[in-house]
């Protein structure tokens, strides 16, 4: 069994940065696929962001150029470096682990944190 503690969330005003931390346990982390998730209120999860075991990215097209994920297997961790923050970037940040291949989607991800709050005011 994995478990994913998300940390980093906060409040900052648009323009600043942040960066997500996701600590995994449980599990080999070197070998999942790790992503980043949102949820903001009165809308559904989104993808934000993956990285593979061989540390390919995909990203969601609004966050490109700004947001910047990254892995330390040696310290079965996760990263979301954001920048530029945005008020509509402002949701619940979760982090989701999948021991599958290829290219997945949300349901694809066994494994979730508890999320992180982001609250970006303008």
């Known amino acids: 069994q994995v478990q994913l503690v998300e940390s980093g969330g906060g409040l900052v005003q648009a323009g600043d940065s942040l960066r997500l931390s996701c600590a995994a346990s449980g599990g080999t982390f070197s070998t999942y696929t790790m992503a980043w998730f949102r949820q903001a209120p009165g809308k559904e999860r989104e993808f934000v962001a993956a990285i593979t075991w061989i540390f390919a990215t995909s990203y969601l097209d609004s966050v490109k150029g700004r947001f910047t994920i990254s892995r330390d297997n040696a310290k079965n961790t996760l990263y979301l470096q954001m920048n530029s923050l945005k008020h509509e970037d402002m949701a619940v940040y979760y982090c989701?682990?999948?021991?599958?291949?290829?290219?997945?989607?949300?349901?694809?991800?066994?494994?979730w944190g508890q999320g992180t709050q982001v609250t970006v005011s303008t």
């Open positions: 989701a682990a999948s021991a599958r291949k290829g290219l997945l989607t949300a349901v694809d991800y066994a494994y």
